[in-house]
T-cell receptor
Framework: GEDVEQSLFLSVREGDSSVINCTYT??????LYWYKQEPGAGLQLLTY?????DMKQDQRLTVLLNKKDKHLSLRIADTQTGDSAIYFC???????????FGSGTKLNVKP | GAVVSQHPSWVICKSGTSVKIECRSL??????MFWYRQFPKQSLMLMAT?????????EQGVEKDKFLINHASLTLSTLTVTSAHPEDSSFYIC??????????????FGPGTRLTVL
């Protein structure tokens, strides 16, 4: 499969902004996604971005895509303790039957 | 809408027994369902893709005779772990996709099944 890489941990204080980074190798990626996983639960889609976009904002979430560098980031503004979870980036090439996930970044929000 | 359920949510079994995990799309018809395996503190590994009424497509390295997948209807796919061993202990997650439902190829994920083999 394609390589999707993320840093494993991020710790921030409540109220600060969190930035989670992801790099991928597949240049044919059509869609890129951010999923949230809370302990013992499945994955919840947070947001997605199409490969011809470079930014998408949705309330507290901002996704930036640098297609040249194959770099995707998720910024969470005003991070809350309820945002503590594992965040996965994923990419889906033109053949959408394959979703490739990063290793996940565990976000710890300290009060 | 777009709810996917899994049953059971957790199961403990003895080594050598078989375990069946169900994945259901509750409010839509899933043309394609996917099975993933997640090891502790690791990412999701795609095991297989199943299309209703046809044989599943397994990823390289996944034993099709050990992980039997049946997608008998547009709302149900099952994963059977045959002759389970402790190394099969993992978190199994399914997802479902409905062709044409969304413009961004979204997969809807089930809550996962925790399998522990003693």
């Amino acid at each position: 499969g394609e390589d999707v890489e993320q840093s494993l941990f991020l710790s921030v204080r409540e109220g600060d902004s969190s930035v989670i980074n992801c790099t991928y190798t597949d240049s044919s990626s059509t869609y890129l996604y951010w999923y949230k996983q809370e302990p013992g639960a499945g994955l919840q889609l947070l947001t997605y971005i199409f490969s011809n976009m470079d930014m998408k904002q949705d309330q507290r979430l901002t996704v930036l895509l640098n297609k040249k560098d194959k770099h995707l980031s998720l910024r969470i503004a005003d991070t809350q303790t309820g945002d503590s979870a594992i965040y996965f980036c994923a990419e889906s090439p033109y053949n959408f039957n394959k979703f490739y996930f990063g290793s996940g970044t565990k976000l710890n929000v300290k009060p | 809408g777009a709810v996917v359920s899994q049953h059971p949510s957790w199961v403990i079994c003895k080594s050598g027994t078989s375990v069946k995990i169900e994945c259901r799309s509750l409010d839509f018809q899933a043309t394609t369902m996917f099975w993933y395996r997640q090891f502790p503190k690791q990412s999701l590994m795609l095991m297989a893709t199943s299309n209703e009424g046809s044989k599943a497509t397994y990823e390289q390295g996944v034993e099709k005779d050990k992980f039997l997948i049946n997608h008998a209807s547009l709302t149900l796919s099952t994963l059977t772990v045959t002759s389970a061993h402790p190394e099969d202990s993992s978190f199994y997650i399914c997802s479902a996709h409905q062709s044409g439902r969304s413009s961004y190829n979204e997969q809807f994920f089930g809550p996962g099944t925790r399998l522990t083999v003693l």
